[in-house]
């Protein structure tokens, strides 16, 4: 009995060993096969094996566009409905939820409307004059901008600043009966950040700019002619992207002339508004097509007919420029006894599914 004993537990504890060593080799398996590229030190082995891991990933997104087609072709020939296609998660449709976003049965905001500052311009009961202006030490492409801007936005006019106090140009700006001030300020030789003032009860909006690219930069680009463009103001959707979105619209007469076939947009993505100018271009193309006279194909002849489809397309005038929202103040202008609306802080970017526009 002792020596049965004696080998079973032998043989217990070599099978313990087995399993050990298999788990072992199973766990080093596994650590092979989750070695990242970032974990590589040698540049060309790295290098082929993000290559590699690329290659599988777009071998089984082609694998599943293949049996998603093939299930829609079948249930379309059974009279099926086809099966519902996955919307992508994006970090706009999962963005935190806001308290703050408009809705169109709100009453309270269609009565702000009709009683803030901007209501008299909207209405068409007065039209925007704008007076645009520079800081104290103007930068290279400063004037180049600025002259751009005078071509995208109607009834503007330029002012040198001078040495001239921001608080002296707002009250000039209210006796001669401009509707909206603009500075643009520079740093370093190059433009960064736009003051839109609306006058003469405000708000101030402060806004980073970035990305600047002026009209001779872009390839193809053609010129505005001086009809009244049309403005597009995209994803304003919360109380404070709505009044951002009032305040850029009181810049642009409200009689857009369809004819110019101009075209400003104001595209807001995750806080970010872009600026984009086109002209949109009606053209007339010929396509070319077969007609066969007969019953066979083979002894038919065939007789090239020519179609004309008019198609549209985007022409970009330029500048090309983004802005971010620093602050927005009520009033004019006053860096000492102004109240803001609201201020962007650092320990507002938390998290980048949070958006304020």
Known sequence: MAG????????????????????????????????????????????????????????????????????????????????????????????????????????????????????????QESTPKILITTCRFNSTRGPAFISELLTVIPNSHYYKRGTYDLKKIVEYAKNKDFTSLIVVHANRREPDALLIIGLPDGPTAHFKLSKLVLRKDIKNHGNPTGHLPELVLNNFTTRLGHRVGRLIQALFPQSPEFRGRRVVTFHNQRDFIFFRHHRYIFETKEIKGSESKGKKAKDAKSERVTQEKVIARLQECGPQFTLKLISLQHGTFDTKGGEFEWVHKPEMDTSRRRFFL
């Open 4 to 123: 049965k004993r004696k080998k079973s537990e032998s043989e217990e504890i070599n099978e313990g060993e087995k399993e050990n060593n298999k788990n072992n080799e199973n766990s080093n398996k596994k650590m092979k096969k989750e070695i990242l590229p970032s974990m590589i030190k040698n540049k060309e082995k790295r290098s082929a094996v993000h290559a590699k891991l690329k290659h599988e990933k777009k071998v089984e997104k082609r694998k599943k566009l293949k049996a998603r087609d093939a299930a829609e072709k079948r249930a379309l020939e059974l009279g099926e409905e086809p099966p519902p296609r996955m919307t992508p998660r994006t970090i706009e449709n999962t963005r935190e939820p806001d308290e703050t976003v408009c809705r169109p049965d709100d009453d309270e905001l269609f009565a702000g409307n009709d009683a803030d500052e901007f209501s008299s311009i909207l209405k």
